[in-house]
């Protein structure tokens, strides 16, 4: 009882540290929308090798700019962990009787939501512009998969912040992982373009199997499978919050 206690609170406030700070919300989603917006709009007319010729380049680049802004909203995650601890928060929560993963679970509840707005956001955004939404069925399995992508990366971000123990420290080598990530996913050209040496790196990026799973359920169009990608993501889903909860048990709060 009192686990699920503390996953609703936890979850709780971070849902109100999200919505208070709307500074938050509009730094988060503003490199993506510029993405959007003049990339997309730009190379609009461009026909890129690999992609078919009833797909534009806009409708290919919408999930991969979704992809973008959950990787680094769920990535940063960390970064209000290490303000909680700084701030002695952390340290208080960790002597109530919740166990530890039950504290994991509620910071990552409450970061894949804030990241779920954040993706829905660009997803209407990208309507506005053009963007043709496939059924509803689609859409709720890409909020599935959304899930998925952000979960991964909020773990990551729990990772570094229980092995870190400063803000510069925690941007520098987040900034190091997410933005490799990002430009081997795919994200904004197909896989198959790339060097081979370079392709076989993206096959080990989680981000290259979360996009190419939203491309196929909101434009039919997918490099591998759905079903690999999503056995993909529910894998790595499911060993980053045993990994993350395995160093919140040895990390030092304080």
Known sequence: MIQGKVIYVLWRREMIKYFRARSRVAGAI?????????????FRKVEFPGLPDSIGYF???VPGIIGMTLLFTAAYAGMSVIMD??????KEVMVTPASR?????GMISGSATTSLIQALIIMMMSVLLGFRLPLIPAILSSLVIM??????FINIGLILSSVLKDFHGFSTVINFIAFPLFLL???LFPVSNLPAPIRILSY??????????????LIGHCEFSIVLDVCVLLTLSVLMIC????????????
């Open 85 to 90: 601890k700084q701030f002695g928060f952390l």
């Open 204 to 217: 080990f990026d989680p981000l290259t199997y979360g996009v190419d799973a939203l491309r196929g359920v």
């Open 243 to 254: 990994a993350s909860g395995y160093f919140f048990q040895r990390a030092e709060m304080i």
């Open 101 to 105: 993963i039950s504290i994991v679970l």
């Open 30 to 42: 503003g490199m993506p929308a510029f993405m959007l917006v003049f990339q997309g709009m730009g």
């Open 185 to 187: 996913s795919g994200a």
């Open 147 to 152: 899930v998925l992508i952000s979960m991964i």
């Open 59 to 61: 409708q290919y680049l």
